[in-house]
């Protein structure tokens, strides 16, 4: 049965739903091959310009107000120069980069605590090839089980559906036993560990085996906490707010600042720097959710799949072919 399972699941391995991108679905992670000085100057796709085109726009519109207008609103001078956007910049530059730090703490870790995964399924499907068989399907069931643990981890870190890769790797009937679970990594994990102890019971796992497969488990069990950690405790939102109205605020003041020392060339210099206080920004909200599926986020289902081939690897089964960046140079 598993057998005729893996065979059907090989020919379907690319035409999993969570790899099929339509209308407006968000795009997913750019894995690009390092391009020259000037190509890197004009590339669209991956760069948070297209988040911030609208934004900027309004920034040069502005500056042309202030530049037609001298600098005046309701016939009004408006009595700025270039000293206190000077001073005000230092303590906005040095508010981005603990943004943008905070933000990519909880990036890499996302990304750490997968690496831990990866490493770990791994290890747990070793030790358990190592065992004595008290029966193949019971064996191949175990590693699915530790296959389908990803898979699961990745639709509860991205709220989407996980019925159709469970299906596929643990079958119809014990996915209906997860489908009403909330925390279904965990619900795969319990099951790993009963799995583990009726192996012991019946003669297939020695005292020593059972204990270093018994800590992988704990191990997998922790890396989720620690991702469930990241995806339930968001960067408190007042330091959104506070950046963001600092950060907008000192565009639109900026052009009025600038149009006595700089004069026609005010709507330009004003839209370069917006578009970099307004790409920081960007690009701070855009990591600060690792697992969200932005053109930032990390590519869990690639991941996922990476595991799953070292698992049918490790057992002998065909292995699924890899997940490769789209013409897009997106990778999910």
């Known amino acids: 049965m598993w057998k005729l399972r893996a065979a059907v699941r090989q020919g379907l391995n690319n035409f999993r739903h969570d790899d099929i991108f339509i209308g407006n679905t968000p795009s997913n992670m750019i894995i690009r091959s390092e391009k020259n000085w ?7 796709n991956g760069s948070v ?3 911030i085109v609208p934004q900027l726009i309004f920034m040069f519109a502005v500056g042309i107000v202030a530049l037609m207008t001298d600098g005046r609103i309701f016939g009004e001078k408006v009595p700025l120069n270039t000293i206190p956007f000077t001073l005000a910049g230092v303590a906005l530059a040095i508010f981005l980069a603990f943004r943008n ?3 990519y703490d909880r990036y890499w870790e996302g990304r750490k605590l997968w690496g831990h995964i990866l490493v770990s399924t791994r290890n747990l499907a070793s030790l358990r090839l190592s065992c004595s068989d008290v029966g193949e399907d019971e064996k191949d069931l175990f590693l699915n089980r530790i296959i389908a643990f990803p898979y699961a981890l ?3 870190l991205r709220n989407t ?5 469970l299906v596929m790797l643990l079958g119809e009937e014990e996915e209906k036993g997860l489908h009403a679970i909330n925390n279904k990594p965990m619900a795969i994990l319990d099951r790993l560990r009963k799995s583990l102890f009726s192996l012991h019971n019946q003669g297939g796992a020695s005292d020593t085996q059972v204990w270093l497969i018994d800590n992988q488990l704990s191990q997998l069990s922790e890396m989720s906490g620690g991702c469930e950690r990241i995806f339930s405790t968001p960067i408190p939102f007042a330091y959104s707010v506070l950046l963001h109205r600092t950060v907008y605020g000192y565009c639109l003041l900026l052009p009025f600042g600038l149009v006595d020392s700089i004069g026609a060339a005010t709507p330009i210099i004003s839209v370069f720097i917006s578009y970099t206080l307004l790409a920081l920004e960007a690009i701070a909200s855009d ?3 690792p ?3 932005n053109q930032n986020g990390l590519p869990l289902s690639s991941i996922s799949r990476t595991i799953e081939r070292n698992v049918r690897e490790l057992n002998g089964q065909a292995i699924p072919d890899p997940i490769r960046p789209n013409k897009k140079f997106e990778l999910v």
Do not use: E, P, Y
């Open 38 to 44: 000037l190509k890197l100057l004009f590339v669209w």
């Open 49 to 51: 310009l297209r988040l």
């Open 101 to 103: 730090n905070a933000s």
């Open 154 to 156: 990745k639709h509860m």
């Open 161 to 165: 559906d996980a019925s159709n890769d």
């Open 287 to 289: 990591i600060a959710d």
């Open 291 to 293: 697992f969200s599926r």
